[in-house]
């Protein structure tokens, strides 16, 4: 077995180990790799490298650990930490550092000379690398991802170096700057590569009014800002399968949305708007539709086109009759809570994969008979409506045999 003592890189056998160390023995940690190396690593680097790799620790008689490293290597982590050393030296900025050791291991990637840079141990490293500055996984290989997780741990505004990095990573898939007080959105963030962008929690008033270069985007979340109006190119962006605009200023929900024909998910929750425009029935993907805390006394007959609709929330409005979902034979989730319905239709017996119905604070003074019929129905919530006692004796009866039933 031999030892290494990182930072001087002197290999020598393990039977000199205490001679050839020029540092005290307190400030090193014992680390054995898979391929039976002794690794000297100093403390302060041992402490930011091992949460992210496979380990064990091991007592020795003199109560000494020793770390045991599952599937790394010794060359695999010579690189990596005399790149920690080398960037340490040059670079104060944690943020900074993440960055630069992503682009080193990038290239030593692609390299010949170190085809075990494509294992799975290295690559969890850096995935892992990604989850203490962002609290979640790269989904990709990417310096320039990493750098884009290193953002989202900052919780600050964006710095100008921040702010020119972002701008040169034009192969970025994601960018996510929710919470940095964005008073507008730059346009040199709207690389073509995109395909998520958050802009959530900033205060936006408006978006650019040229979306067009983001045409590859697949979710966009706009959540929690100020935005009156939505520009005409966002319906360009025909590769959307997601949109989420909740918790805006908008009155108005413009007719081409119909055009984003590929939408999965749509949320317009907790705006201010009247109707919903019936060019909503083109958006045939649609499997989650949200609507609700807005001000809508209706909902279009358009609704009964969305063929692949499984969840629907119109909670907390204006409603005085069961939307036209009838014939949405995939719904499972129906959420029309705080709203002013009156009755139900008599034949419900349509919607047979409805799981969870919430019907609480209407106005409701029967049920259908076709209800309990449902064969799926698990759910049903009822309560602060008007039914008298006899009915609701007879609801209870009726749906006895669900797993939660509140009236």
């Given at each position: 077995?031999?030892?290494?003592?990182?930072?001087?890189?002197?290999?020598?056998?393990?039977?000199?180990?205490?001679?050839?160390?020029?540092?005290?023995?307190?400030?090193?940690?014992?680390?054995?790799?898979?391929?039976?190396?002794?690794?000297?690593?100093?403390?302060?680097?041992?402490e930011?490298?091992?949460?992210?790799?496979?380990?064990e620790?091991?007592m020795?008689?003199?109560?000494?650990?020793?770390?045991?490293?599952?599937?790394?290597?010794?060359?695999?982590?010579?690189?990596?930490?005399?790149?920690?050393?080398?960037?340490?030296?040059?670079?104060?900025?944690a943020?900074?550092?993440?960055?630069?050791?992503?682009?080193?291991?990038?290239?030593y990637?692609?390299?010949?000379?170190?085809?075990?840079?494509?294992?799975k141990?290295?690559?969890?490293?850096?995935?892992t690398?990604?989850?203490?500055?962002?609290?979640r996984?790269?989904?990709?290989?990417?310096?320039?991802?990493?750098?884009?997780?290193?953002?989202?741990?900052?919780?600050?505004?964006?710095?100008?170096?921040?702010?020119?990095?972002i701008?040169?990573?034009?192969?970025?898939?994601?960018?996510n700057?929710?919470?940095?007080?964005?008073?507008?959105?730059?346009?040199e963030?709207?690389?073509?590569?995109?395909r998520?962008?958050?802009?959530?929690?900033?205060?936006l008033?408006?978006?650019?009014?040229?979306?067009s270069?983001?045409e590859?985007?697949?979710?966009?979340?706009?959540?929690?800002?100020?935005?009156?109006e939505?520009?005409?190119?966002?319906?360009?962006?025909?590769n959307?399968?997601?949109?989420?605009?909740s918790?805006?200023?908008?009155?108005?929900?413009?007719?081409?949305?119909?055009?984003?024909?590929?939408l999965?998910?749509?949320?317009?929750?907790?705006?201010?708007?009247?109707?919903?425009?019936?060019?909503?029935?083109?958006?045939?993907q649609?499997?989650?539709?949200?609507?609700?805390?807005?001000?809508?006394t209706?909902?279009?007959?358009?609704?009964?086109?969305?063929?692949?609709?499984?969840?629907?929330?119109?909670d907390?409005?204006?409603?005085?009759?069961?939307?036209p979902?009838?014939?949405?034979?995939?719904?499972?989730l129906?959420?029309?809570?705080?709203?002013?319905?009156?009755?139900?239709?008599?034949?419900?017996s349509?919607?047979?994969?409805l799981?969870?119905?919430?019907?609480?604070?209407?106005?409701?003074?029967?049920?259908p008979?076709?209800?309990?019929?449902?064969?799926?129905?698990?759910v049903?919530?009822?309560?602060?409506?008007?039914?008298?006692?006899?009915?609701?004796?007879?609801?209870?009866?009726?749906?006895?045999?669900?797993?939660?039933?509140?009236?």
């Amino acid at each position: 077995m031999k030892k290494i003592i990182v930072g001087i890189l002197l290999i020598s056998s393990i039977s000199s180990m205490e001679k050839s160390s020029p540092f005290p023995c307190d400030s090193f940690i014992t680390v054995i790799t898979s391929d039976k190396i002794i690794v000297e690593i100093e403390q302060s680097i041992a402490e930011n490298l091992l949460p992210g790799l496979m380990h064990e620790e091991v007592m020795d008689k003199e109560d000494t650990a020793t770390i045991v490293l599952k599937d790394i290597d010794s060359a695999t982590l010579k690189i990596i930490i005399d790149h920690i050393n080398f960037y340490n030296k040059q670079i104060n900025n944690a943020d900074d550092y993440l960055f630069e050791l992503g682009k080193a291991l990038s290239h030593y990637q692609s390299s010949d000379n170190y085809p075990y840079t494509q294992s799975k141990p290295i690559q969890r490293l850096i995935r892992t690398w990604g989850i203490i500055s962002g609290k979640r996984m790269a989904r990709e290989f990417d310096p320039e991802l990493i750098r884009l997780i290193a953002i989202r741990s900052s919780g600050k505004s964006l710095s100008a170096s921040t702010l020119e990095r972002i701008t040169r990573c034009k192969n970025l898939t994601e960018l996510n700057l929710s919470k940095f007080s964005l008073s507008s959105v730059p346009v040199e963030f709207l690389h073509p590569n995109l395909r998520t962008l958050n802009l959530s929690k900033n205060g936006l008033t408006k978006l650019p009014e040229d979306l067009s270069p983001l045409e590859s985007l697949e979710h966009l979340y706009c959540t929690d800002n100020n935005l009156t109006e939505l520009p005409a190119s966002l319906f360009a962006l025909t590769n959307l399968k997601t949109l989420n605009i909740s918790s805006n200023q908008l009155t108005i929900l413009c007719h081409d949305i119909g055009k984003l024909k590929n939408l999965k998910y749509l949320s317009v929750e907790a705006n201010k708007l009247s109707e919903i425009p019936t060019q909503i029935g083109l958006l045939t993907q649609l499997t989650k539709l949200v609507l609700g805390s807005n001000k809508l006394t209706y909902l279009p007959t358009e609704l009964a086109f969305l063929c692949n609709l499984k969840e629907l929330w119109s909670d907390h409005n204006e409603l005085e009759e069961l939307p036209p979902i009838l014939s949405c034979t995939q719904l499972k989730l129906l959420w029309l809570c705080k709203n002013k319905i009156k009755r139900l239709p008599e034949d419900c017996s349509s919607l047979i994969t409805l799981e969870r119905l919430n019907l609480e604070d209407n106005r409701l003074k029967t049920l259908p008979a076709t209800l309990k019929e449902l064969p799926k129905l698990n759910v049903l919530l009822l309560d602060k409506n008007h039914f008298d006692h006899k009915t609701t004796k007879q609801i209870k009866e009726d749906f006895d045999h669900l797993g939660a039933l509140s009236i």
